[in-house]
């Protein structure tokens, strides 16, 4: 939980299930109004979602060294075919022993099937 300006308790918003296709169908996104709320894509079938929950096979995972650290972007293959990007970045770094795991796997060649749950960011 946290707080925004006024005080009031703000929720972590529930992750939402959906095929990459309907993801990258939708084209409005509503950003927050403060620096810490949260922002939201709207689906086509109109559903406001924050954080995504996505499953798919690895297709690629790379190092991206910054000047703050190391990022891993990578791109899952969902069941129809379509895709999620994504990224762990440098702050996320109780992630990076795990990304590390899967760039090594990727590029002895294993294929790997991957749930995970992010908030979302369209481009």
């Known amino acids: ?6 005080n009031k308790i703000r929720r972590r918003e529930p992750a939402i ?3 990459a296709v309907e993801f990258q169908g939708a ?10 709320d949260p922002s939201f894509l709207i689906t086509n079938l109109g559903a406001r979602v924050n954080r995504v929950f ?3 096979l690895l297709e690629v995972i790379t ?17 129809m075919g379509h895709h999620f990007w994504f990224r762990i ?5 109780e992630l990076h022993e ?8 990727y590029e ?9 749950s992010a908030k979302i960011n369209h481009y």
């Open 54 to 56: 996505a499953g798919g």
């Open 108 to 116: 002895d060649g294993k294929g790997i099937l991957l749930l995970m």
């Open 1 to 6: 939980m946290s707080f925004n300006s006024k």
């Open 89 to 93: 970045g440098h702050f996320q770094e």
């Open 63 to 79: 190092r991206k060294p910054s000047e703050n650290g190391m990022n891993y972007d990578g791109k899952l293959m969902g069941p």
């Open 27 to 36: 084209d409005l996104f509503q950003k927050g109004k403060e620096q810490f």
């Open 17 to 19: 299930r959906m095929f």
């Open 98 to 105: 795990y990304a590390e795991t899967l760039v090594t796997s």
